[in-house]
């Protein structure tokens, strides 16, 4: 059975992360560490995510080079909204990333903030985690950073609230979603399917 570490760095999240992965017929471990990711043997890791990025990032980066090496070992890494932005160089919200993909997060220029609710996404082609997936899908967002270099390779669905922002990211074996699939109904079942798949493979 797919072995899936969650990492607890003091977000929220865990348990619906948790149960929706083994709900996919993943086997879940959660962990306080990248070293105890590591120490178990797992084929991926999750960052969850609902929380403040500079806390999260302070918690994170002493552990960036555990993550390097599990990424070098071929271990399958999905972000989820906090999650994801921790991917990125910087943010706006102040706090270092992980660097993993270049660029930095922004606070959405929107009338009223966070952005919380379900919003369509626009699902560009190639991507592994939405296969099966259909374009303008309703996900769940609770959010008020993002990612905007929408001409990047790696940003393969995008979604609106006041500007638009890179909804699904994919550099493998690197996968990011801003919105939460443990909370986005058959859809978010699939992307959470899709990618027990990817660490499978």
């Not at 865990?14 to 962990?31: H, N, W």
């Not at 960052?47 to 071929?74: C, F, M």
Request: with cysteine; proline share 5%.
């Amino acid at each position: 059975m797919t072995r899936i570490a969650i990492v607890k760095y003091g977000v929220g999240n865990i348990y619906s992360v948790r149960a929706g992965l083994e709900r996919q017929g993943a086997s879940t471990l959660i962990v306080t560490s990248l070293g105890e990711a590591a120490g178990n043997n797992v084929d991926g890791v999750v960052l969850p995510g609902v929380g403040a990025y500079p806390a999260a990032s302070r918690r994170i980066l002493g552990e960036k080079d555990l993550l390097l090496d599990l990424l070098d070992k071929g271990v399958t890494v999905l972000g989820i909204c906090l999650g994801m932005q921790l991917f990125f160089e910087e943010s706006d919200e102040g706090g270092k990333g992980l660097g993993l993909l270049p660029g930095r997060v922004e606070k959405l220029r929107a009338p009223k903030l966070p952005h919380i609710g379900w919003t369509r996404i626009s699902v560009r082609t190639g991507s592994e985690l939405l296969e099966g997936v259909p374009d303008k899908a309703y996900m769940y967002f609770v959010h008020s950073y993002a990612y905007k270099d929408l001409g990047k390779p790696w940003v393969k669905a995008t979604a609106s609230y006041g500007e638009e922002f890179a909804a699904v990211v994919e550099n493998p074996p690197l996968y990011g979603t801003q919105f939460h699939p443990e909370r986005s109904g058959k859809h978010g079942a699939r992307v959470l399917s899709n990618y027990i798949r990817l660490v499978k493979r």
